[in-house]
């Protein structure tokens, strides 16, 4: 039971952070005037969200992980 | 995206001082590193009052961790909602105008323009010791012809900002004057 309503959360918990990455994304480029500060900012949010993210699949199932990062 | 007018150039940018930033993050972290503390130094009671009561005793260690990445993931989305407020709010002084762009959240946003010429008079703000040490103040303009007030708050360096804006004032106005002239000297000749 509680791994059903693990995968629920962390699946809830990407969808709603590619919501909100679209629309920072949209901010960001649209608004920002390319300046390297906002690209800087971009990148540090996206390493940031990849480690988290990973991080809390790797509680979940490390299998997936191994399987994730022999692809590349 | 703001558009410039034909032979204008932004001449520089005022934005909320850095400090206002980090004291929002820093609220941020404090929030992001509760369930940690509370889970290292109120086990029992947290597991008594809190978990008994939701059905949620004996719950894996991995399944609160893993619950603590999705908090820390949910923070960091705030905190680039945080970043994007900040960043986003700004003034743009060109040769010719102030843009205002006031940034509030991610689909408000407010953009408001005054040339100038139109200016009346420049007030500085600097509230408080913080504000002194630090160097951030408010900056109110006034213009003419309207009732509205543009203020900047906790911009960074409100004087060099203010020096700024001075000058392209007297420059726009200088620019002005001799346009007035050379149209009422061509008037005079015709």
């Known amino acids: 039971m509680i791994v059903v309503v693990s995968w629920i959360i962390f699946f809830a918990a990407v969808i709603l952070w590619s919501i909100f990455s679209i629309v920072f994304i949209f901010h960001w480029r649209h608004y920002s005037r390319q300046s390297k500060l906002a690209i800087l900012a971009e990148t540090i949010y996206f390493t940031v969200s990849a480690v988290l993210i990973s991080s809390a699949l790797a509680t979940l199932n490390l299998k997936i992980v191994n399987v994730v990062m022999n692809l590349f | 995206m703001i ?25 941020a972290l404090v929030v992001a590193v509760l369930p940690a503390l509370a889970v290292l130094f109120f086990a029992a009671p947290l597991e008594q009052f809190v978990l008994a009561p939701l059905k949620f005793q004996n ?41 205002d762009v006031e940034q509030r959240g991610l689909f408000h946003r407010k953009i408001s323009t005054f040339r100038l010429e139109m200016i009346q ?45 001075t000058r392209e004032y007297h420059r726009a106005r200088e620019a002005l004057r001799e346009v007035r002239l050379m149209s009422e000297s061509n008037g005079a000749g015709k």
């Open chain 2, 3 to 27: 558009s410039l007018e034909p032979n204008e150039n932004i001449i520089g940018t005022a934005r909320k001082h850095w400090f206002i930033f980090v004291v929002e993050i820093f609220f």
């Open chain 2, 59 to 99: 719950v894996s260690e991995p399944f609160l961790i893993f619950c603590y990445f999705i908090w820390l993931l949910i923070i960091w989305i705030v905190i680039a909602l945080i970043w994007t407020d900040y960043y986003l709010d700004v003034w743009y002084i060109t040769n010719q105008r102030i843009i």
């Open chain 2, 121 to 165: 008079d420049t007030t500085i703000e600097i509230p408080g010791i913080l504000a002194t040490l630090i160097g951030y103040g408010n900056l109110q303009i006034q213009t003419a012809g309207q009732n509205e007030k543009f203020t900047i708050r906790g911009v960074s360096r409100p004087q060099r900002v203010n020096e700024i804006i």
